[in-house]
């Protein structure tokens, strides 16, 4: 823009340019400056943005992140003793295909082509598990989506830390407090109670279907019920590992450790 010295509106600065394009502290502002509040108005306004806070602060007390609105008690149609499935319902299992000295499971994946083979096998267990669930307790997909990841994720925890499937776990081993109460929230970046409420439903209905099927033992159903329908440990579990620090954390971690194998 050409110098225009003559311009009323011209920046003082000599820039030859408008001020309301130029220097900014230069601008006149064209709003008029706002009547200071009156001190009934203040104390008004002081008494709204108090209630504000106040509602706010109840909002964010009362809101733990760990809690759930997921019922956290076992439905007990999920552990009915019903008939056994249909000889064309129940799942085809190989046994235990695996020399457990020479087996390595450093992770997800085996250093084995055997341990990959069960694993796959597993998972198709699993699967015919949420397809059954699905259909026996009307469940929307979702649900039975969630089912079969709390099955794969408890199949996984049993195969990596003592190479043993569902079908192997005995009366008395507590492998669900392990699972649970050690495993999920030492293993889980952002541990929560909707994903142990939903496993105090799937894992009961898991081994009841297994049962069912001929697969195992009504007594490891019954181990695996008891323990899941003492719900408020499992609670208390998540929120102390939250909260305990130092001794008291290495404690609770000592508890049900989930890398020692279990006894029973």
């Known amino acids: 823009m050409e110098r225009n010295e003559g311009n009323a509106d011209a920046c003082p600065c000599g820039s030859g340019r408008p001020s309301e394009f130029c220097c900014f502290e230069q601008a006149v502002p064209t709003e008029p400056h706002a009547e200071p509040l009156?001190?009934?108005?203040?104390?008004?306004?002081?008494?709204?943005?108090?209630?504000?806070?106040?509602?706010?602060?109840?909002?964010?007390a009362c809101r733990n992140p760990f809690e759930s609105a997921i019922e956290p008690r076992?439905?007990?149609?999920?552990?009915?003793?019903?008939?056994?499935?249909?000889?064309?319902?129940?799942?085809?299992?190989?046994?235990?295909?695996?020399?457990?000295?020479?087996?390595?499971?450093?992770?997800?994946?085996?250093?084995?082509e055997r341990g990959a083979e069960l694993q796959?096998?597993?998972?198709?267990?699993?699967?015919?598990?949420?397809?059954?669930?699905?259909?026996?307790?009307?469940?929307?997909?979702?649900?039975?989506?969630?089912?079969?990841?709390?099955?794969?994720?408890y199949c996984d925890y049993l195969l990596m830390y003592y190479l043993?499937?569902?079908l192997e776990v005995k009366p008395g081993q507590q492998v669900v407090r392990r699972f649970l109460g050690n495993y999920y929230p030492r293993t889980v970046v952002n541990p929560n109670l909707d994903f142990v409420y939903r496993s105090l439903s799937a894992l009961p209905a898991f081994h009841a279907w297994l049962a069912r099927a001929g697969l195992i033992r009504w007594s490891v159903v019954d181990a695996v019920v008891e323990e899941c329908r003492d719900w408020p440990w499992f609670r208390r579990r998540l929120l102390e590992y939250a909260e305990l620090r130092g001794r008291a954390r290495s404690r609770w971690c000592r508890e049900f450790d989930y890398k020692a194998m279990p006894v029973g």
Do not use: I
């Open 38 to 60: 009156s001190t009934e108005e203040y104390s008004t306004l002081y008494r709204q943005l108090d209630e504000m806070r106040r509602a706010f602060k109840a909002m964010v």
């Open 74 to 112: 076992v439905n007990p149609r999920y552990v009915s003793r019903a008939d056994a499935l249909p000889p064309d319902e129940r799942p085809a299992w190989m046994g235990w295909p695996l020399t457990r000295e020479t087996l390595a499971y450093p992770g997800h994946e085996w250093s084995d």
């Open 120 to 153: 796959v096998k597993l998972y198709a267990l699993v699967e015919a598990f949420g397809d059954h669930a699905a259909e026996e307790f009307d469940m929307d997909a979702e649900t039975a989506c969630d089912f079969e990841n709390v099955c794969r994720e």
């Open 164 to 166: 043993m499937t569902p």
